[in-house]
């Protein structure tokens, strides 16, 4: 079992930053490969970015790539998201999530947090 809690997100204008952390407990945090997803209102949860249980390969969805970047840091069972350049389509609920495996899709992740509200005002 892998508990996860995120924090960081608020409101922010168009062009601005945010970071997201993502701090897990439970079973060994480094087992699992991590990921961002985001959820806007009457849309499906989308993939924004992952990571590898290393942190050696980051992935990103198009519409992110060049503004996120997606980190972690194994001793502090952290994860991250730093988020620049900021849009109002960026506006959504922010949720990590952990794997044993690895995708884009979140069928293949076993564990979610509560997810954190991020908005971005124009």
């Known amino acids: 079992q892998v508990q996860l809690v995120e924090s960081g997100g608020g409101l922010v204008q168009a062009g601005g930053s945010l970071r997201l952390s993502c701090a897990a407990s439970?079973?060994?945090?480094?087992?699992?490969?991590m990921a961002w997803f985001r959820q806007a209102p009457g849309k499906e949860r989308e993939f924004v970015a992952a990571?590898?249980?290393?942190?050696?390969?980051?992935y990103y969805a198009d519409s992110v790539k060049g503004r996120f970047t997606i980190s972690r840091d194994n001793a502090k069972n952290t994860v991250y998201l730093q988020m620049n350049s900021l849009k109002p389509e960026d506006t959504a609920v922010y949720y990590c999530?952990?794997?044993?495996?690895?995708?884009?899709?979140?069928?293949?992740?076993?564990?979610w947090g509560q997810g954190t509200q991020v908005t971005v005002s124009s």
């Open positions: 439970g079973r060994s945090f480094s087992s699992y490969a």
């Open positions: 990571i590898t249980r290393s942190g050696g390969n980051t």
């Open positions: 999530a952990a794997t044993t495996r690895m995708g884009t899709m979140p069928v293949y992740y076993d564990y």
